[in-house]
C-alpha cells in the first residue's frame, strides 16, 4: 500500500499545529493563567516549551518521517528485531482511542455552546441560570450523544476521503478561520473598558507569585498542550518529504500553537477585568463564567457566537488529527481502504464514547477517582498523567539509545533538509537530564492526583 503524502509544507504546518491546538489551549491554557497569579506564568511555560516539548516534537517528526508508518508498526521498521519497543506502539494506539473517548463528548460541549448562543438561548438569563445551563447539559444524555455523535460522524466523514482532499484540506480553512477569529475576537477585547488592568495582569510578570507549584503547573502545560507520546506527531511526520530539517519544522509548529495558546489569553483576561469575573475561576471559566460575560456586552451575541465558533474549530483540528493518527494505525496493522476503515472505526467509537457521555448522569454513581470524580475524570488522568509522559519517555529513550534506533540514525534524519539543525551538544541535554525532566513530571502527576 502506497504511502499517501500531503500536499504542501503549508497543510503539514497547519496539521500539526492543528493536532496541537485543542482545548488545552483555549480552555485550560488561560485559567491556569489565572489561578497561577498571571504574568509570572508566561515565561516559565515559553521556557519549558522550548526545553521539553520542542526536543520530543522533533523525534516524533523523526521517527515517523523515517518509517513511513503510523506509531502502531514504526517500530517495526525502525527497531532491531524482536526488539520489545513494537509495544509502545500498541499502547500509544490504545491511547489515541481512550483519548478520543472524552475529547469527543468535549468538542461536542463546544458544538453546542456555539449553536445555543448563535441562537439567543443564553439572552435575558440570569447568572445563576447561565450557570446552571451546562449543568443542565451535562445531565441530558440524549444532547450530549446528540452532539458526540455528530463530531464523530463528521471527523470520519472528513478524514474518510484521501488524505489531502478530506483531512488536509479542511483542517487548512477551519485553521486559518480559527486564527481570524482569534485575531478578530482580541481586537475586541482592547476595546473593553477593563483592558488595560486585565493586560496588565496578564502581561506583567510579578515575581512574587512564582511557587513550586507555578513551576510544576507550567511545566505540565508546556509538555501536555503539545500532545506528545502517543504519535500524534508521527503520523504527520510519515506524510512529508525530506527537503526540510525537522527542528525549523518542529519550531514552526511550536510558534503557532503558543500564539493561539496566548492570544486566547488576550481574548478572556480583558473580558474578566471588565466584568469583575474571577480569572482563575478554573475550568468552568467558559462554560459558566463567559457566557454571562457575552449576556452583558455590547453585541454579545455576536461576539459569543464567534468565540464558540472558535473553541469548536480548535477542537475539531485535534479531533480531525488524532482519528487520521487511529486511521493510520488501524490500516497498517489490518491493510484496510480508507473508507471501510473510517466506517469500522467511527462505529467504534460512537461505541467507545458512551461511558463519558452517560458518566455524568445516567452512570454518574460511577466515581472511579474518588468522590465527585467522572469517568471522563479517569479517562483523561490515563492519557495524561500515563500515557503521554511515558510514551514521551519512550520515543526518547528508542531515538538516543543504541538498543532502540540510536542517536546517529536519529540525527541523520532530523537534520535531512533545509533548516534549522540540532546540535552535537544537545546529545547529553536530552540523553541524560530530559528524561529526569519527565520521569519527575509523571512521578508529581500520580502523587497529586492520589495524595
Not at 147 to 168: A, P
Not at 208 to 231: E, H, P, R, W, Y
Not at 281 to 299: D, H, K, R, W, Y
Not at 376 to 405: A, H, Q, Y
Request: include cysteine; aromatic fraction near 14%.
Amino acid at each position: 500500500m502506497e504511502r499517501e503524502k500531503l500536499g504542501s509544507r503549508l497543510g503539514f504546518i497547519l496539521l500539526s499545529a492543528g493536532c496541537a491546538i485543542g482545548v488545552g489551549n483555549v480552555w485550560r491554557f488561560p485559567y491556569m493563567v489565572g489561578q497561577s497569579g498571571g504574568g509570572a506564568f508566561l515565561p516559565l511555560y515559553f521556557f519549558f516549551l522550548i526545553v521539553m516539548g520542542l526536543p520530543i516534537m522533533v523525534m516524533e517528526f523523526s521517527v515517523g518521517r523515517a518509517s513511513r508508518k503510523s506509531i502502531a508498526c514504526m517500530y517495526d521498521e525502525l527497531a532491531p528485531a524482536k526488539s520489545k519497543w513494537k509495544y509502545h506502539g500498541y499502547l500509544a494506539l490504545a491511547g489515541n482511542v481512550i483519548l478520543m473517548m472524552f475529547y469527543c463528548t468535549v468538542a461536542g460541549w463546544m458544538l453546542n455552546y456555539f449553536v445555543s448562543t448563535a441562537f439567543g438561548k443564553f439572552e435575558g438569563m440570569d447568572a445563576a441560570a447561565v450557570s446552571g445551563a451546562f449543568g443542565d447539559l451535562l445531565g441530558d444524555p440524549v444532547t450530549l450523544i446528540i452532539y458526540t455523535v455528530i463530531t464523530v460522524v463528521v471527523g470520519f466523514f472528513v478524514c474518510s476521503f484521501s488524505l489531502q482532499k478530506g483531512l488536509e484540506r479542511i483542517t487548512k480553512y477551519m485553521m486559518l478561520a480559527l486564527l481570524v477569529i482569534m485575531i478578530v475576537l482580541a481586537i475586541h477585547g482592547f476595546t473593553q473598558s477593563g483592558a488595560a488592568e486585565g493586560l496588565k495582569f496578564y502581561l506583567m510578570p510579578d515575581l512574587t507569585k512564582i511557587t513550586g507549584q507555578v513551576v510544576v503547573d507550567a511545566m505540565n502545560q508546556a509538555f501536555f498542550t503539545l500532545s506528545l507520546g502517543i504519535g500524534s506527531m508521527a503520523i504527520f511526520g510519515s506524510y512529508i518529504g525530506k527537503d526540510r530539517s525537522l527542528l525549523g519544522e518542529s519550531v514552526n509548529v511550536v510558534v503557532l500553537d503558543t500564539f493561539v495558546a496566548f492570544v486566547s489569553g488576550l481574548i478572556i483576561f480583558p473580558a474578566c477585568f471588565t466584568y469583575g469575573v474571577e480569572p482563575g475561576a478554573g475550568p468552568s471559566l467558559i462554560f459558566e463564567t463567559l457566557p454571562n460575560v457575552f449576556n452583558n456586552m455590547s453585541g454579545g451575541r455576536i461576539w459569543g457566537s464567534l468565540f464558540f465558533l472558535f473553541m469548536t474549530f480548535a477542537a475539531f483540528t485535534t479531533v480531525l488529527a488524532v482519528f487520521e493518527n487511529i486511521i493510520s494505525c488501524i490500516r497498517d496493522l489490518t491493510g484496510w481502504g480508507r473508507k471501510k476503515t473510517c466506517l469500522i472505526c467511527g462505529i467504534g467509537m460512537l461505541i467507545l464514547s458512551l461511558p463519558c457521555v452517560l458518566g455524568f448522569n445516567l452512570l454518574s454513581g460511577i466515581q472511579p477517582l474518588g468522590a465527585g470524580s467522572s469517568i471522563m475524570d479517569l479517562e483523561d488522568f490515563i492519557v495524561s498523567n500515563c500515557l503521554l509522559p511515558i510514551g514521551s519517555l519512550t520515543i526518547l529513550m528508542f531515538c538516543v539509545w543504541k538498543r532502540g534506533w540510536g542517536w546517529d540514525n536519529f540525527i541523520a534524519e532530523a537534520n535531512t533538509g533545509k533548516g534549522l539543525k540540532m546540535k552535537k551538544w544537545m546529545r547529553g541535554y536530552v540523553t541524560y537530564v530530559l528524561p529526569i525532566i519527565i520521569i519527575a513530571l509523571f512521578v508529581i502527576g500520580i502523587v497529586t492526583k492520589f495524595i
